[in-house]
């Protein structure tokens, strides 16, 4: 019984030496080299190639090594068995680490002072706005959304979030489904987007959700974090909101398609800042360690946990 590591762009000799060090019993192959298809039992999937995942007759369990799965339901030969998830303390921090450094950015204009120091600028216009003034909006209050918006009001941002069914969370202002998205978007000067890419989210950061941001706040005008998922924003919308000013600044960590190609206006956008998908990285120690247990319950005969639902497609 193997466990075959099925990975592009990570550095899979760092997953297999910690799987190794996990599970001694267990061989860990991995996709690319010579391995026994009826062997594999388990799959630790990152963005696999589309249709390498076939024939294996003894497969019992994908995992993915990251939070979405977006890149599994992508692949039109997956294999039908039980599929799970990272649901984890040490990616949930990081992810909320990025959500924090760049909101604060935008309520520090660092931005600003990062080009005045290029330009040996001492100026300050004595307009430095109170966390409490300026309202974070985040889409999706999963495992990701909340964990920031807890920390966003920490530090004394005034936090709502939007899901997909209703949800309260204390101290925190929540909206749902397409009814609640206009009130959700009026009320928000900094949107967060980590919603899952699903068909029903593909896209939906368009020119017709930024114009209905708020418009009357305290930083001047809206700002966009997408550490969510490339497919749900639509660049060429972005790029003309920034221009338009619909939008004043947007910050980018994933893309369609990554790397973020090298013609790509985004790049050279001064509104734009970029990031190499890497918000929060899955760590080898923490997420295979994670892994691992899940193997161990499931060879328990207990059930797979942080499963995901083929049919909502998170
Ligand atoms: P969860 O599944 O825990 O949460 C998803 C949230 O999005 C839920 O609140 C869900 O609503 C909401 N949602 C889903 N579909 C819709 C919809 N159609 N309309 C409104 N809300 C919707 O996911 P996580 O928080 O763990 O992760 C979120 C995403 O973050 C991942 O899917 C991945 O794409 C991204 N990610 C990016 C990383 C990076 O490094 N850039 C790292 C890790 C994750 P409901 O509560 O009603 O189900
Ligand atoms: C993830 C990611 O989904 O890294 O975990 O994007």
Redo the contacts with the bound molecule.
Sequence with gaps: MSLLLAMTGWHVEDWRARFQALLPEMPIVVLGEPFDRRAVHYVASWKHPAGSLTGLPNLAAIFSL???V?FLFADDKLPEVPIARV?DPD?TTR?SEYVVLHCLMYLRQQHRYMRQQQAKLWEDDRNQPAARSVRVGI???????LDAAAKLKLIGFDVAG????P?SAEGLQTF?GEDGLKAFLARTDILVS?????P??RGILNAELFAGLARDGRLGGPFLIN???GGLQVADDIVAALDAGTLKGATL??FETEPLPVESPLWSHPGVTITP?????SEPEAIASLVAAQIRRLEAGEPLLHAVDPARG?
């Design positions: 990251g939070a979405g977006d649901v990616l992810m889409m999706g209050l999963g495992e990701l959304g939007w899901s997909r069914s949800k749902s980590l919603v899952p890419l699903t029903q989210t550490p969510g998922r960590d994933v998908h890497n918000a929060a990285m998170y």
